[in-house]
């Protein structure tokens, strides 16, 4: 029997731990370079130097490896898949054959490298969110994201967005779980028959949960507006945003480590 | 003809840093006729034991049985399981969808293979059961009533004809009339040879409704038996988890003062006795 | 302040848009500073719209609403209203709104744009209140029902309000997350903070100063406990269950065995029947 998994992804871990302290808009920028740099890396010494460095990161930011690895398990499928189709579809010197399908000693290297880059995308990503609380992170993206207030860009609006539906992922979760288990309790049948019968068969499921999901907001709605919320004008933070010189040491860092790996890699 | 569960132990995430034991060693018995009361205060593993009623989960050790049919991964089995014992979740209002009344109703029927004739019949005969009008047949469900609306879960779960009906905390969140007015319905399933097995957190509501009860605490039993040997073992010594209801508090009062007032529920009699008590 | 009501509803009438009967019809209640209210009535009676008429959450279409003296009418008292009256609502999922307990307390202070060591303060004040202070930095998906409610108590405490209004706070409860709900009003009510408390259980209103019953809409009865308790056959009408205990020391005092003034509590019962 398959029920929904407590997945990890996208969820914080609370530590106290340097990288948990930096300012959040040290941290996506940081995570928008590795990803940058990332999708440059082409030799596999280079694929090592990463795969050290996010162990390192590990270690830094005190949320074990294991924790990390399970926060990518979701796209572990994508990854295969992407994976798959370089296999597959790269032209150049044929290794293995069968009917239409060939794999080229290219297209193993491809595979390879799409699907760690990919991997490893991810993971970079995971880190930013398991470090950062969804209120950080949107408090970041928003002050990022200001200059373009002016041109009418709803930065407030999209962070506090955004804190709300991380805020509410697991409790849908749970909510999706306990509808599914109740139709099934009921005979709904969701595993069998063609795809026609199967989109069919989970409208007893998507009804109920879109009831539940416009409840909770229209009650939520309220609540934010019994505690005064009035959108981002007049309010002020319990932690605001604070660039210390860590910060600029991380950044500064992150940098170097980055043009160190292509370099690197452009050398070899 | 009945469920039996047998030493029953449940574990989540096995092999994983969140492995928990929900259940171990529990032992259970629900025939036909008859109301089963589980207690037990929220992570005593009663809702992880209903779903197992159901084969909604599968036993990690031990083993759940209906009417001899055990409950395993086989999917002939596992549907004849959930057939023969209906599940009704807390809240059940949050599982409605469909159109129509009618169309909620029939949609278990029609999961289980129910004729269209059949399916009418049934569908007039338990929103009869449950006092819901056949105006309603028509009507959306989201247009109900609270208490319409819990009666229809629960009409559409019995519309597939289950011999065992379990419900997690029906009464929650209904008025006294509500409230009453479902227990009734409840207690006239009974009659009708229908076995229900009734998950609450409230001590009192067991005691008075229920024939035999579990007591559930950690995943483990602490109490299981009649609600007078309940009655008598709360007074003797708390069981963990439970307290007494107010009431059972005053009588175990009344007896260390030295009244010989029995153990009951019911206010009128107790006054009754007490009254005999004082003027003797 | 003191001597002043904190709530003033003069015939008060609220109709939801596009229903044709009104959900409060002409209700006049005035609650004082330091009040333990309880409003009780069965479902549909009007209570949580009376709720969010004193929150201003929603205006009277017919009458006044005063809240400490500012009618919630007039849009300008809005948010001043709302830092007087924090709401507490059944259901403790949907009043959460960030992932760590203390960032959810902090976002009413927030909004009102105080400064950092301020809400600092506050949030640890209230979370030590609601006991929740070991919680600081846990994830709020991973508490408790009853924990939930705890936060969403420390959260409008966060406020800093003279008022707290729950409505059915305790429903979705079980008997742990209530009697710890209970416990933290009782406390909050000795601190002298006023309460009005919404519910259809007679046991969880034990403690009320003053009980207001509400039937389709009006107020059918307001008075005290003694008084309430002394009421016959009204019970059934007004959807509530009556309380074993109180039938049973009804049932005493006909025949002249307890006094009149015998509140139905274990603890008094006892100390007249056992002297």
Redesign the interface.
């Known amino acids: 029997m398959k029920f929904l998994n407590h997945l990890t992804l996208g969820?914080?871990i609370?530590a106290d731990s340097p990288v948990h302290r930096l300012d959040p808009r040290c941290k996506i920028l940081s995570v928008v370079l590795l990803l940058a740099g990332i999708f440059m890396v082409k030799h596999p010494v280079a694929f090592v130097a990463w795969g050290i460095f996010l162990l390192f990161l590990s270690r830094f930011s005190r949320i074990p490896f294991r924790v990390v690895i399970q926060g990518a398990r979701p796209v572990i499928i994508l990854v295969l898949f992407t994976a798959g189709i370089h296999l597959f579809l790269t032209r150049g010197v044929i290794l293995w054959e069968w009917g239409i399908l060939s794999v080229t000693r290219e297209g193993v290297g491809m595979a390879f490298r799409m699907g760690l880059r990919l991997f490893f995308l991810v993971l970079f990503a995971g880190f930013l969110t398991l470090t950062t609380?969804?209120?950080e992170l949107s408090d970041g993206l928003e002050r990022l994201f200001r200059p373009f207030q002016r041109f009418g860009f709803p930065a407030h609006e999209m962070a506090m967005m955004m804190?709300?539906a991380?805020?509410f992922i697991?409790?849908l979760f749970d909510e999706t779980d306990r509808i599914l288990r109740a139709q099934l309790a009921r005979g709904a049948d969701l595993d069998h028959g063609g795809l026609l019968r199967r989109m069919k068969a989970f409208i007893p499921v998507l009804v109920p949960l879109f009831v539940i999901v416009f409840?909770?907001a229209e009650?939520?709605a309220?609540?934010?507006?019994?505690?005064?919320?009035?959108g981002g004008t007049?309010?002020?933070?319990?932690?605001?945003l604070r660039w210390k010189r860590a910060d600029t040491f991380a950044m500064a860092g992150t940098l170097v480590i980055v043009a160190v790996f292509v370099l690197m890699d452009l050398g070899a | 003809m009945s469920i039996r569960v047998d030493s029953l132990g449940h574990v989540y995430h096995p092999g994983t840093p969140l492995e928990t034991k929900a259940l171990c060693g529990v032992d259970l018995m629900v025939e036909p006729g008859t109301w089963v009361a589980i207690v037990g205060?929220?992570?005593s593993g009663k809702s992880t034991l209903a779903q197992h009623l159901n084969a909604l989960l599968l036993p990690t050790s031990g083993s759940v049985e209906v009417d001899g049919i055990p409950t395993t991964a086989e999917p002939s089995a596992l549907r004849m399981v959930r057939r023969k014992v209906g599940l009704v979740f807390q809240y059940p209002e949050h599982q409605l969808f469909a159109e129509s009344v009618l169309e909620e109703m029939a949609f278990g029927p029609r999961n289980w293979k129910f004729s269209e004739e059949d399916i009418r019949e049934t569908t007039t005969r338990t929103m009869k059961l449950l006092g819901l009008s056949e105006e309603l047949l028509t009507r959306s469900p989201f247009q109900l009533?609270?208490?319409q609306k819990r009666r229809l879960c629960i009409a559409s779960v019995l519309a597939a004809r289950p011999d065992y009906l379990v419900l997690d905390e029906p009464t929650?969140?209904?008025?006294?009339?509500?409230?009453?007015e479902l227990l009734g319905l409840l207690k006239g399933l009974v009659k009708e040879r229908i076995g229900i097995v009734h998950i609450t957190?409230?001590l009192e509501l067991a005691l008075a409704m229920a024939e035999r009860i579990l007591v559930l605490e950690k995943g483990k039993t602490v109490f299981c038996g009649t609600p007078g040997s309940l009655m008598d073992e709360l007074v003797e010594r708390p069981i963990r988890g439970l307290?007494l209801?107010?009431?059972l508090?005053?009588v175990s009062?009344?007896r260390d003062?030295g009244?010989h007032v029995p153990f009951t529920?019911?206010?009128?009699e107790?006054?009754?006795r007490?009254?005999k008590e004082?003027r003797t | 302040m003191h001597n002043e009501d904190v709530f003033a509803l003069r015939g008060v009438s609220f109709t939801y848009p596009g229903a044709i009967t009104p959900a409060l019809d002409g209700v006049d209640l005035s609650i004082r500073n330091g009040d333990w209210v309880a409003l009780i009535g069965?479902?549909?009676s009007g209570k949580s719209t009376l709720a969010?008429l004193l929150?201003a959450?929603l205006i009277p279409t017919r009458g006044d609403c005063l809240v400490c003296g500012l009618k919630t009418g007039n849009e300008d008292n809005l948010?001043s209203i709302?830092?007087h009256v924090?709401?507490v609502?059944q259901?403790p999922?949907?009043?959460?709104?960030?992932?760590?307990v203390?960032?959810d307390v902090?976002?009413?202070?927030?909004?009102?744009?105080?400064?950092?060591l301020e809400?600092?303060e506050r949030?640890l004040d209230c979370l030590c209140r609601v006991g929740l202070e070991e919680k600081r930095?846990?994830?709020?998906?991973a508490l408790?029902?009853?924990q939930k409610q705890r936060l969403a108590i420390a959260?409008?405490l966060a406020?800093q309000p003279c008022c707290l209004v729950l409505d059915?706070a305790t429903?979705?409860l079980?008997?742990?997350?209530r009697e710890d709900v209970l416990k933290i009003l009782r406390n909050l009510h000795k601190t002298g903070m006023t309460l009005v408390q919404i519910t259809?259980r007679l046991?969880e209103i034990l403690d009320a100063t003053r009980v207001v019953v509400l039937g389709k809409g009006r107020i059918t009865w307001a008075g005290d406990l003694a008084g309430l308790f002394a009421m016959k056959d009204c019970?059934?009408e007004w959807?509530?269950?009556m309380?074993?205990?109180?039938?049973?020391s009804r049932?005493?005092q006909e025949?002249n065995?307890l006094p009149k003034a015998c509140l139905p509590?274990?603890k008094e019962?006892?100390e007249n029947?056992?002297p």
């Open positions: 969820q914080y609370p609380s969804p209120m804190t709300i991380l805020r697991p409790t409840q909770r009650d939520l309220q609540a934010m507006e019994a505690r005064c919320y009035r007049g309010r002020s933070r319990m932690n605001p | 205060q929220t992570g009533s609270g208490g929650a969140g209904m008025d006294a009339p509500g409230r009453r957190h409230d307290c209801p107010p009431i508090e005053l009062g009344l003062y009244y529920l019911d206010a009128v107790l006054a009754d007490l009254e004082i | 069965a479902n549909g969010k929150n959450l948010w709302r830092s924090s709401m609502f259901n999922d949907n009043q959460i709104v960030a992932s760590v203390e960032e902090a976002f009413g202070p927030e909004n009102l744009g105080l400064p950092s809400i600092h949030v930095r846990a994830p709020t998906y408790s029902g009853g959260g409008a406020m059915e429903a979705m079980d008997p742990q997350g259809h046991d019970f059934d959807g509530l269950e309380p074993p205990l109180v039938r049973f049932k005493l025949r065995l509590f274990v019962l006892l029947l056992c």
